[in-house]
């Protein structure tokens, strides 16, 4: 490996303090959080502000892996690989606008849930639940996980090996102890702590290019002296086929329909829906939004996010062609052979883009701090992918094994499933250090949008249209599930040969563009589904009344009507407040016609029996609530503030009657009673302590159908001055994307 600066003891001193400052805030941000509730673990008990949920979005986003893929992308290709980025700001406002609001209404969790509250039955939210899991392995950890050790390597020297375990020990640790709100506040400091370093990055490397004028010019220039190359190493051949130019276009970001990097038919129509499923349907983005106080909280914050987004073109895509600029014999090699000797990788070097521009750019102190940057957004990452893969396994697959679940149960094998992805993880870096070198970020795309186009169709037809129902959807996913599999499996069989080698793969792999496959995926994807769902039953009209946006409108319509009426009667009451009278169990018909809810008794997806409504708990001892799920489901119905008592606050999953403290504690390890009273006692105290339990819990707050039916108006209501705000910096932020768009294509 080509030889480069080395971190200095000053570095390391700017890593060591960022190491406390983050743990110090993420355990000031454990204390404060009501950490004993589903709520208060998963969701940081809906106590979030709009900028703290809109640094975390960015920060969960960039993570190691957009420091190194899309740099490395923008070394090799120029402007294109902005694109997702630009994209990204308008289809988080897609989910600020369209789907938050029906989350929120729908009252869910994750998003498996989602699926099962909105089509019935379990299947759709198994295969959701199971693919969301492959992929945070296959494409989001390990790629993380690689793109950190790279960068270790670069700059350190370490042993890869003991480097990337103390990492992902250190987020583990953040994770388990700490839930949603010590990954969100660590991220906001992190969102910080990333983007001034990287701007200072930024900011030195166009002054030595000459600005972005000198950016445009010496990029196209950018090519490695081959002569000089082949005299220093007598042994390498160059080979015409392994192309050491600028392409002519890298200058554009949108290209011709051909173009074998971003052809902008695919990237519209195939590439557009693909990236749905990550920014509105993904646990660990939207996990992050349903953590808001309320509606305003969350589109705020997407706005924020979306402004964010503006600036990985400039302070990674940038750097990274000014990295070839500076570094074109190393990074544009000549062979497999040269790659080979410059970054240990045949495919190529672009992947070292960054590391080697801040060791060799940034003077000491700010590699130390660009260091510990690299660091946040590796660990950013990887808390993100924890927190949110054990969400979904703990609600979506241990609960419907365990359908007699406590609430303390639950927050234990969430945090235990978070010790299980810290092996998995350590137990795959072997196969990322043997990963080829490559452009990483389209690795990570193409294995992406071979898979979650048909999640996108059916959470599109979902929220968007009353007809579709779970037959349909099903069968939609299952045909898109399977062509998309066949084709990864063959572009893994089939895989691109090196620059020197001729490709002999079949023309339907190497002409046919991964964004040409997703469109191909997600428009079948939705036939299927519509044309099942017509030649079958409609759904039942419980399943439509909360988790579609036109349940969401007619929800909105029946509370102006409502507050035009008590308007009229000169009653100065709160919005949304119900009439007892209204119905005879003190419900108006809406909530009664909610409480009618039933989804053929206790399916194992979390859906009560409401014969039970009788009762305040039923037979598992979950709140009923009053869109018919029980209360460990409604995050909407969370806390706005941990930090006080609040009647948003819910012991959720706690039983009445059924169970004392000593059987709960039974179900901690489930299930047995006998013997061993002291050695299960000091096991008790040990997770106790590892989980963050107190040793008495807060008692349940029992609430009613009215009280229920206020908070959701509560969540749910935007005053007009917020609304008109909120329009503003919305058209606002997407007249910016399409700007941005149109530019950087011309």
Known sequence: MAATATMEPADIVVVAIYFIVVLVIGFLAMRRANRNTVSGYFLAGRS????????????????????????????????????????????????????????????????????????????????????????????????????????????LGWNLYLSVI???????????????????????????????????????????????????????????????????????????SCHVEPK??????????????????????????ASIWYWCTDQVIVQRVLAARNIAHAKGSTIMAGFLKILPMFIIVIPGMISRILFADELACISPEHCKEVCGFEAGCTNVAYPRLVMSVMPVGLRGLMMAVMIAALMSDLDS??????????????????????SRELVIVGRLFVVFMVVISIAWVPVIIEMQGGQMFYYIQEVSDYLTPPIAALFLLGVLWRRCNETGAFWGGIVGFGLGGMRLVLAFVYREPHCDQRDERPSFIKDVHFMYVAAILFWVSGLVAVVVSLCTPPPIEEQITTTTIWGLHQRRKMVELKQQEKERDGKDSLLGKEKPEDHPNGTNGVEAKLLRHHDNGHSGNGHLDNSHLGNSHAANGY???????????????????????????????????????EEEKEFCFGGGGGGGGGGSGRCMRVLEWFCGFQEKESEAQVRSVQEEERIMEELLHEPKGTRIILNTGLVLVCSVGVFLFIYFSL
Not at 391 to 403: C, G, P, Q, V
Request: net charge neutral; proline share 5%.
């Open 623 to 661: 709140t009923v609530t009053p869109n018919g799920m029980e209360a460990h489901l409604p995050i909407q119905n969370g806390c706005h503030s941990t930090t006080q008592t609040n009647p948003r606050m819910l012991m959720e999953g706690e039983e009445k009657g059924g169970r004392d403290e």
């Open 48 to 155: 979030m502000n709009w900028a703290t949920i809109g640094a975390s979005l960015f920060v969960s986003n960039i993570g190691s892996e957009h420091f190194i893929g899309l740099a490395g992308s923008g070394a090799a290709s120029g402007f294109a690989v902005a694109a997702w980025e630009f994209n990204a700001l308008l289809l988080l406002q897609v989910l600020g606008w369209v789907f938050i609001p029906v989350y929120i209404h729908s009252g869910v969790y994750t998003m498996p849930e989602y699926l099962a509250k909105r089509y019935g039955g379990r299947r759709l939210k198994v295969y959701f639940a199971a693919l969301s899991l492959l992929l945070y392995i296959f494409t989001k950890l390990s790629v993380d996980l690689y793109s950190g050790a790279l960068f270790i390597q670069e700059s």
């Open 166 to 240: 103390f990492l992902i020990a250190m987020t583990a640790l953040l994770t388990v102890t700490g839930g949603l709100a010590a990954v969100i506040y660590t991220d906001t400091v992190q969102a910080f702590l990333m983007i001034a370093g990287a701007l200072c990055l930024t900011g030195i490397s166009l002054f030595k290019v000459g600005g972005l004028e000198g950016v445009r010019t010496k990029y196209m220039q950018a090519t490695p002296n081959i002569t000089a190359i082949l005299l220093s190493s007598p042994n390498l051949t160059y080979t015409e």
């Open 248 to 273: 002519p276009d890298a200058l554009r970001m949108l290209r011709g329909p051909s173009d074998p990097d971003l052809p902008w038919p695919g990237f519209i129509l195939g590439q557009t829906p």
């Open 385 to 406: 992918i924890f927190n949110s893969a054990s969400t979904i396994f703990t609600l979506d697959i241990y609960k419907m094994l365990r359908k007699r679940v406590s």
